[in-house]
């Protein structure tokens, strides 16, 4: 028998949160509109009576619950074909076959019928706030556009999201404070910082939106640099505000916009190095990617994957304990028509996903140049080939329409299209972005670590796109009602 230690009272009740976890619909809405969600809701629906003191527990007290006969994918590279899963409170207990799990006769044994569980996963990317699904911008930006964003991802099966260097720090300070308490089921909301040279830094469109939001809130969002002292003072700022990353842009945008220096994000670093604050970067090209690790860049965020990229470069990332987010699917989404994909449209309303449907700009299945596909392929394998640490990550909010979640599980398809093993695709998607981002208790479905994951009904270990099966979806200990979220996602 596997034994296991019983989670502390104090332990158990950690950043769990016995409130509802979803938004009412409105009165009077047309049956048409919810069909999406009703479709999440039948698909759930078993699940959901096998285990309803799970979703709708009594205030203050744990679920003890042990889910059987059901394949556990850790998060670290390894499997059990025939698991079990002891969950106490928002904690992990146990894990390992049913056989070497003895609980007592209090703990209720859910039997999933060989599907499989895996940690819920995380981006290590995005921009949250801006995107209003009818609109784009900094108009959208508010708490409870952060919310509902932050909800989006938890809907499909993330445990967090980093949002790199676009958010208000007050109302982003605000919103952590507010999911810690408990107040609303999603995704953990981490930030940056972000930095360039002054009126500089996100792509143009981004950029005016940023200001304009800035001036809006009062709140501090781009810290401009011009000079080393500069560089060094707002690097100090920021670490006065017990904000542990830094995001910064060296791009010219094709020349529309001044590259930072250099010097100035040398210094940058070194600062952050004395503060402990990790630095993160946006590169204009992969031939960027040398000196900033030399100046001590630990990720970036977007991996500028190609013909550039070849195996010294890949080299260097290792040797500098680098992560690398490839970003491909930001590029190839845009071209295709995926408003007439269900995953999708269960969380859109219908005018959105109809905008989104096949037409000359977008089409079901569009093109891939064979050029340009065997370099991404040679230059993913060089990376593949060197272990660099490949995180997922997807720049979603970043423009219009490249939507929170979704963009996730498509970005794990791209990964295996690469090279990748599926294996390989759910550790860069879970407990690597975790151990990158300074998750400790997420990632990994092992004793102590936070009970986030996602049950599926398909092996995502036999074809990747059944990362979509989601049958239900746990945070701290509790099951996410999908269905309620859906219905409120698609008015």
């Not at 781009?222 to 995001?247: C, D, T």
């Not at 295709?336 to 905008?355: K, M, T």
Request: hydrophobic share 40%; aromatic share 8%; net charge negative.
């Amino acid at each position: 028998m596997l034994d296991y230690q019983p989670l502390s009272q104090k332990e158990s009740k950690k950043m769990s949160s016995e409130q509802s976890f979803g938004r009412p619909c409105a009165r009077n809405c047309a049956v048409s509109q919810f069909w999406p969600a009703i479709v999440v809701f039948i698909q759930i629906l078993g699940l959901t009576l096998a285990l309803p003191q799970l979703v709708y527990g009594q205030q203050g007290q744990a679920n003890r619950f042990l889910l059987d006969n059901v394949r556990v994918i850790v998060g670290d590279g390894s499997v059990l074909e025939s698991g079990a899963l002891l969950i106490e409170g928002s904690r992990i207990a146990a894990v390992g076959s049913r056989s070497e799990l003895e609980p007592d006769l209090s703990v209720e044994v859910i039997d999933l019928n060989g599907k499989t569980i895996m940690p819920a996963l995380i981006d290590s990317h995005a921009h949250l706030g801006y995107e209003g699904h009818t609109s784009w911008g900094a108009e959208n930006y508010s708490r409870e556009n952060l919310i509902d964003h932050l909800q989006r991802y938890a809907y499909y099966g993330f445990s967090a999201v980093f949002s790199a260097g676009s958010d208000p720090d007050a109302l982003a300070f605000e919103v952590q404070q507010a999911q810690l308490s408990g107040e609303f089921p999603s995704a953990r909301f981490l930030f940056a910082a972000g930095m360039a040279p002054p009126g500089q830094g996100p792509n143009d469109q981004f950029l005016t939106h940023a200001v304009a939001l800035e001036q809006k809130t009062g709140q501090r969002i781009l810290y401009g640099v011009a000079s080393v002292e500069q560089a060094i003072e707002s690097v100090r700022q920021i670490a006065a505000k017990n904000i542990s990353v830094i995001k910064i842009w060296v791009d010219d945008r094709g020349g529309s916009q001044q590259k930072l220096a250099p010097q100035l994000y040398r210094a940058i670093a070194d600062e952050a190095a004395e503060n402990g604050i990790e630095i993160y970067a946006h590169q204009q090209y992969a031939e960027d990617m040398p000196d900033l690790l030399e100046a001590g860049v630990s990720g970036f965020l977007h991996g500028r994957i190609g013909v550039d990229l070849g195996p010294e470069i890949a080299q260097q990332l290792t040797a500098a304990n680098a992560f690398v987010v490839p970003n491909v699917g930001l590029g190839e989404l845009r071209r295709e028509a995926i408003g007439a994909d269900q995953f999708l449209r269960a969380s859109l309303p219908e005018s959105v996903a109809a905008r989104l449907g096949e037409s000359g700009q977008r089409l079901l299945k569009p093109n891939r140049a064979e050029a340009r596909e065997a370099e991404l392929r040679a230059s993913f394998g060089h990376l593949l080939d060197a272990n660099v640490d490949i995180v997922l990550g997807t720049d979603a909010g970043a423009v219009p329409d490249h939507f929170f979640g979704y963009t996730g599980h498509r970005e794990l398809e791209i990964f295996v299209r690469l090279g990748m093993t599926p294996m390989q695709a759910i550790v860069a998607a879970t407990s690597k972005p975790a151990q990158r981002l300074g998750l400790g208790d997420l990632g990994l479905l092992q004793p102590g670590y936070s009970a986030d994951f996602v049950v599926l009904d398909e092996n995502p270990l036999a074809d990747i796109r059944n990362t979509r099966s989601i049958s239900s979806v746990f945070l701290n200990g509790k099951m996410l009602d999908r269905a309620d979220l859906a219905a409120h996602f698609v008015q």
